[in-house]
């Protein structure tokens, strides 16, 4: 049985397609107070639930959701919960890495564990180790395939390119990455200075002439992005396509994406894109 919180609803709509079983029914509401509350239309006893809910903004009331969801199923009496949680926004908050600040990555996880969950399903977290956080079993997918694939799709000649990692956290999955397509690396040592500002300070490998491939696990304000592109710019790369597993495009993403010196920006759909955000692009955006 799989049923959706209200993060991505589209996303949880095609997951039933491909299963070819109905969208389980359930309703989420708002009191005047800010109180939500869950209910299911329909019995879940004994049965296998799965809830998809993406932690997309607003993300604490998509964090509430799935908990309550969580909670009512295993209420009424369901046999084993799985949530479901493709874009999972707290693997960045993975270790105190400044004085007197929560773990929130970590919470989080006990917050879904507490609630019920048996298992948690997710895909492709800021830091892999992130899976560490749960004692419940944990499947973390990855979406490498997603975007070789498509790299592949929009350039012929992809082995002729390099994977450009836009940091040295992302270098793993940018290895990974140029091992399918098959063509060379590089990476940007990147410090960041505030939420939205970033500073690229070298780039080591070879782009010159070249296509360039970025690949990250998100966009959130581009920041990163923008750097990253320049950068390889700067250093003679012939054409820029990025690609990223999560598309969240907060705050001035959508106009520094349009201003981008890129041929296209494109992203899977563990979050939910709303329309007017790929039209704010000029048809640069595209989700998979
Ligand atoms: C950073 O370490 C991540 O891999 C992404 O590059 C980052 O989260 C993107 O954030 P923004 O788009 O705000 O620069």
Redesign the pocket.
Known sequence: MVFSGQSNTALAEKICQHLNIPLGRSETQKFTNDNMIVQYSESLREGDVFIVQSLSTPVSDAIMELLLMIDAAKSASAGRVTAVIPYYSYA?SDKKDAPRISIAGRLVADLIQAAGADRVLTMTL?SPQVHGFFKVPVDHLSSDVVIADHLRARVPDADQGVVLA??A??IKRAAAISHRLNCGLAFIDKQ?VS??A?DPRALIGDVQGKRVFIV??????????VEAVNFAKRMGALEVYVAVTHG?Y?GP?VQRIRELDAVEVASTNTVLVPQEKVDGTDGKLSVL
């Open positions: 960045r800021h836009p940091d956290g992302s960041r939420d939205t970033v990250d696990d998100e966009i959130s304000t581009a920041g990163s992005l969240v907060t993403a």
